[in-house]
């Protein structure tokens, strides 16, 4: 059974920072492509950031030079560090496996919230 759990959410300022934590079990990680999505209030998720399993990343031209993608393979654990937060980065983040059809439906977490103030 494939489980990911995402952490570090929070609240924080705009021009904060915050770095997630997405950690992986019930499959075989290091093999897998990761990404990053993120769903605000009454929208549907978008791709944020993946990285494949030789760490290759692309990033969405919104939050380019501002968000970075990386894992740590020995931990099974993908992460994001986002700086320069905006308040239109408010929303839940969440990770999956890539494929090149996408996310898969089945394995979505709980996600972890993270709200940009002004």
């Known amino acids: 059974q494939v489980q990911l759990v995402e952490s570090g959410g929070g609240l924080v300022q705009a021009g904060g920072s915050l770095k997630l934590s997405c950690a992986a079990s019930?499959?075989?990680?290091?093999?897998?492509?990761m990404g990053w999505y993120r769903q605000a209030p009454g929208k549907e998720r978008e791709l944020v950031a993946s990285?494949?399993?030789?760490?290759?990343?692309n990033i969405a031209d919104s939050v380019k030079g501002r968000f970075t993608i990386s894992r740590d393979n020995t931990k099974n654990t993908v992460y994001i560090q986002m700086n320069s937060l905006k308040p239109e980065n408010t929303a839940v983040y969440y990770c999956?496996?890539?494929?090149?059809?996408?996310?898969?439906?089945?394995?979505w977490g709980q996600g972890t919230q993270v709200t940009v103030s002004s």
């Open positions: 999956n496996n890539q494929t090149m059809y996408g996310p898969r439906g089945n394995y």
């Open positions: 019930g499959l075989m990680f290091a093999m897998t492509s």
């Open positions: 990285i494949r399993s030789g760490s290759i990343t």
